[in-house]
């Protein structure tokens, strides 16, 4: 049985919502983190090693970081293909794509949240008006980020989208807009939002 330890409304929601889509059974177990406002602390039953959410225990294996459990997720749960598996076609994109999440996007946002210049030919992201444009692209192609199957990619960059959606970190995009729409539309999302809680 998966356990997902999860902080109500952070980056585990996601999570739930994705095993909501596997069809997976699981269990939440509710952690304290460290906030920005330096109050909370890290809960030691939390195996991440820095106390960050998500991270699960699939029967005492370990998967933490949030590309790593995406995929660790849509392998084990086949049935439900929400992610080519190995030999099949879009694995190579599917890979990357969840890498460039943690990779790539998430720094170019952080970048812009903290004003600061991403070094060309140094860091290993770019600036996030050049990483946004690769992405929309991509989805131009879709409706989804491999195309026509929503897979657990669209579930990590559908809820980010959702969240910056109304904030000046994204300039506006109707691609971006009907992208976020299919994606919090879909009825596994809402079963998420109703069990954040924990
Ligand atoms: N790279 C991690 C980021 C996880 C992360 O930073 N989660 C936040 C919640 S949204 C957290 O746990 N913050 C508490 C802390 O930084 O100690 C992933 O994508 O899974």
Do not use: C
Request: no cysteine; charged share 20%; hydrophobic share 40%.
């Amino acid at each position: 049985m998966i356990t997902l330890f999860h902080r109500p409304q952070s980056r585990s929601t996601r999570f739930i919502f994705l095993l909501e889509e596997l069809g997976a059974p699981y269990r939440i177990h509710v952690v304290t983190t460290r906030n920005r406002d330096g109050s909370g602390a890290v809960d030691p039953a939390n195996p991440h090693p820095h106390g960050k959410v998500p991270a699960i225990s699939d029967d005492g294996n370990v998967v933490f970081e949030s590309p790593a459990i995406a995929l660790y997720l849509t392998d084990k749960y086949p049935q439900a293909a929400l992610g080519p598996l190995p030999g099949e076609p879009g694995r190579g994109a599917y890979l990357s794509w969840l890498s460039y999440y943690t990779g790539v996007l998430e720094p170019a946002f952080m970048s812009k949240f903290m004003n600061t210049e991403v070094p060309r030919g140094t860091a290993g992201w770019v600036a996030v008006e050049e990483a946004m444009p690769a992405v929309i692209r991509q989805l131009s192609a879709g409706p989804y980020l491999l195309g026509e199957h929503f897979t657990a990619a669209d579930v990590l960059y559908g809820t980010t989208f959702a969240m910056f959606s109304q904030s000046l970190m994204l300039s506006p995009s109707p691609v971006i807009d009907d992208y976020v729409k299919q994606v919090i539309s879909r009825p596994a999302h809402a079963r998420a939002q109703a069990r954040d809680k924990g």
